[in-house]
């Protein structure tokens, strides 16, 4: 009787998520890999789809919090933009057609994210150099702090950051600290629970059942508004020493001060309103300021994207940046599992003789992405794209170089995961000098790579690469 009942329900719930996933128009590999799974595993994959395939509830709900934001948003960015409209103008002139000029408007276009200048920009390759300016500057703190990182952990640096804003908290400053529910859900909570007692604000993100399948990928951290970080570095001893996995943690993050910290305060300010329902768009947190040397100022621009948002942001500029190279690109990622756009991309750029190289970790972290990575390598080695694999230790740098021109620095990595289901921004740097630092970091680490080849790869077994390619198809779904 129980089977009668429940077969009839299992069989109309396939048949409307059958219908809804065709309707969404995605990818037509994620498609058939969500039809696959439904229709010949319906009791694990019914369950399966619900936590982490659905993603149209996901979409209504950030399009009602996008329009509250860009109407308090209104009140305070037009001011910032305006403050330095003139120098931005000059800078961008220098690029009048060329395709850099076609990456600023289609940042604009998807994220309106607005070229603004920085008056410093410091690139780390190291979590102790990284750690130890974040601290000085929290200690150095006056007005407010806001943090946010996917992951939080609860160890040795986090000791040593919550007694500073321990002690900020006691001396009248705003502390307000934001953490990925499910990035952090591991980690003990007693240091974030005693800072919430002092006075502090402590938010998880994408804490409902609905969201789990989603992540808020921002490493975020604006003091007083003008000064900010950003990058691939967690709040954790293990981005200093690797930890108790890792010989080394190889990572780069980076540090600005001026106008352009306002952009990666939008995306804080942004995301605790619909959080916390708290509004912090007001000139306190976006002070306008006038530049002490705009001839030295440095030209960034912010592009970010979501689950929620119309464009894959981040996955288009990227897409761009390779398709409009003309010399030479170095990326480097953690992880390779590109979706079939940005995977021809790279193969074009290749075959077009353009000297791209990418760099990921040879020490896996998550075997599955790994294992999926390796059926994506040989076409692009392939099509003359030289590949590395860095084996000193973990590998979670996220840095991008085109032409010796430009560059860009963030937290996506070049995964479907972060092009189409996590928060994840990337700040693009039009600076040839700083493009040349991110280059010869590529450069440094190559010592501490292997470098894949065709020979390589064939000497896999039939096992192997049939597990490789399950992997494959497992990441389409996921």
Known sequence: ??????????????????????????????????????????????????????????????????????????????????????????????????????????????????????????IFTSGAEKFDHLIADLEAATDHIHLQYFIWERDELTARVTEVLLRKVAEGVAVRVMYDFVGSITYRKDELNALKRAGAQVEADLTKVNELNYRNHFKIAVIDGLVGYTGGMNMGQEYIDGGSRFEVWRDTHMRVTGPFVAELQRLFVGRWLQNRKESLWSERYFPVRQLADPSSAIMLQLVHSSVGDEWEAVKQTFLHAVTSADCSVRIQSPYFVPDQSFYDALLTAGLAGVDVRFMMTGVPDKRIPFWAAQTYIPRVVASGVRFYQYTAGFFHAKA???????????????????????????????????????????????????????????????????????MRLASRAL
């Open 400 to 470: 991008l170089a085109v032409d010796s021109t430009f560059c860009a620095i963030g937290t996506a990595n070049i995964d479907v995961r972060s092009f189409s289901l996590h928060d994840e921004l990337a700040v693009f740097i039009y600076d040839e000098e700083i493009t040349r630092q991110v280059e010869c970091h590529f450069e440094a680490d190559r010592a501490y790579c292997r470098e894949i080849t065709a020979e390589e790869l064939e000497e896999n077994g039939r096992l192997i690469r049939f597990r490789n390619s399950v």
């Open 1 to 122: 009787m129980l089977t009668q009942l429940i077969t009839p329900v299992i069989i109309v719930y396939v048949i409307v998520v059958v219908v809804i996933l065709i309707y969404e128009d995605r990818d037509p590999s994620t498609t058939l890999a969500w039809l696959l799974v439904l229709l010949f595993l319906p009791v694990v994959g019914i369950p399966l789809y619900f936590f982490f395939g659905r993603v149209w509830p996901w979409k209504r709900h950030r399009a009602r919090v996008d329009a509250l934001n860009a109407q308090e948003a209104h009140q305070v960015l037009p001011a910032v933009y305006a403050a330095h409209q003139l120098w931005s103008n000059e800078r961008r002139a220098c690029y009048d057609g060329t395709d850099v000029a076609k990456i600023i408007t289609l940042i604009e276009r998807q994220s309106d994210g607005h070229p603004l200048p920085a008056e410093s920009v410091e």
